[in-house]
């Protein structure tokens, strides 16, 4: 069973940093994609952003572009996003997501098979 967990989440005034780590158990995480979502309260989840298996490609909310970047690190089992210019709607539980790579890029919900237990973000203004 893959573990996810995530870090970096808390409460960040808007115009603001922060930066989400993502420590995965898989020692084959270089063969895994990987995938950020978030959830606000009352809405459905969404897709944030996800990088493919070798780093090579990412993809990028419409909402996010420009703001948040996602890399990894293979070597570290460790997946990141770092979050500038941030803005009060983007407050919301984010997830790492991961699942053994795949053709494309996936952004729809569930479509990846592990996840951590989510670390708030919360910008206020």
């Known amino acids: 069973q893959v573990q996810l967990v995530e870090s970096g989440g808390g409460l960040v005034m808007a115009g603001g940093s922060l930066r989400l780590s993502c420590s995965v158990s898989?020692?084959?995480?270089?063969?895994?994609?990987m995938a950020w979502f978030r959830q606000a309260p009352g809405k459905e989840r969404e897709f944030v952003a996800a990088?493919?298996?070798?780093?090579?490609?990412?993809s990028y909310a419409d909402s996010v572009k420009g703001r948040f970047t996602i890399s990894r690190d293979n070597a570290k089992n460790t997946g990141y996003l770092q979050m500038n210019s941030l803005k009060p709607e983007d407050t919301a539980v984010y997830y790492c997501?991961?699942?053994?790579?795949?053709?494309?890029?996936?952004?729809?919900?569930?479509?990846?098979?592990?996840w951590g237990q989510g670390t708030q973000v919360t910008v206020s203004s």
């Open positions: 898989e020692r084959t995480f270089s063969s895994y994609d």
């Open positions: 990088i493919k298996w070798s780093g090579g490609s990412t």
């Open positions: 997501e991961t699942t053994f790579r795949t053709v494309g890029i996936a952004m729809a919900p569930r479509s990846y098979s592990y």
